[in-house]
């Protein structure tokens, strides 16, 4: 049962363009959700996280918005770079509890 | 930096024999976890712990061990490894539900 799911696992955006990723969830417990990067041979890197009681959360390029009653979420990087290339998972965490669940992961190619 | 280590980085076993991976944090954090990463799965949640000599099961347990004697060290162990538990693996520590992971270890089960 994926309680963090990213539909899409890849993703092709031309450099200085919107990239959108997504990803839904299914436990209503979710509070806290978090966007991770990962690089080949790498580790994954937080990237940008949202609480339930906001609907957006920006950082520079990075924005992710909530959508509670949809359970929802997506990222946006505006504009898109050729380092923005990598996995990028989505990951959920439920109330007053510090174990995260993660999607599936999207890879993320930045055309130049 | 969290200041995680993983070893070995990789490791090539045989079906059949035990392996076990280290995972060792230098600023004494409480909560530590093992992840694998599988194509199609993402991140999958195999072992955590809450300190020392307390640990849980994860979504995907079954033929992994795990003990943690030591705030600093969190050992996963294969019993018996399949080929199944070809992966990578990463270690990682949250610090207010934001984690952060180590290097990884890949692990080629022939």
């Known amino acids: 049962d994926q309680q963090v799911k990213q539909n899409s696992p890849s993703l092709s955006v031309q450099e200085g363009r919107i990239s959108i990723l997504n990803c839904d969830y299914t436990n209503s417990m979710f509070d806290y959700f978090l966007w991770y990067k990962k690089y080949p041979a790498e580790g994954p890197t937080f990237l940008i996280s949202?609480?339930?009681?906001?609907d957006k959360n920006e950082d520079g390029r990075f924005t992710v918005f909530l959508n509670k009653s949809a359970k929802h979420l997506s990222l946006h990087i505006v504009p898109s770079q050729p380092g923005d290339s990598a996995v990028y998972f989505c990951a959920a965490a439920p109330e007053r509890n510090e174990k995260l669940t993660f999607g599936t992961g999207t890879r993320l190619t930045i055309i130049p | 930096d969290a200041g995680i280590t993983q070893s070995p980085r990789h490791k090539v076993t045989e079906t059949g024999t035990p392996v076990t991976l280290r995972c060792h944090q230098t600023?004494?954090?409480?909560?530590m976890y093992w992840y694998r990463q599988d194509p199609g799965h993402g991140l999958r949640l195999i072992h955590y712990s809450y300190g020392v000599k307390d640990t849980d099961k994860g979504e995907v347990s079954d033929g992994y061990s795990v003990s943690r004697s030591k705030t600093e060290d969190f050992l996963l162990t294969l019993e018996s490894a399949t080929s199944s538990q070809t992966s990578v693996y990463f270690c990682?520590?949250?610090?207010?539900?934001?984690?952060?992971f180590g290097q990884g270890t890949r692990l080629t089960v022939v």
């Open positions: 600023e004494n954090h409480r909560y």
């Open positions: 949202i609480s339930s009681i906001k």
């Open positions: 990682a520590i949250t610090i207010d539900r934001q984690a952060f």
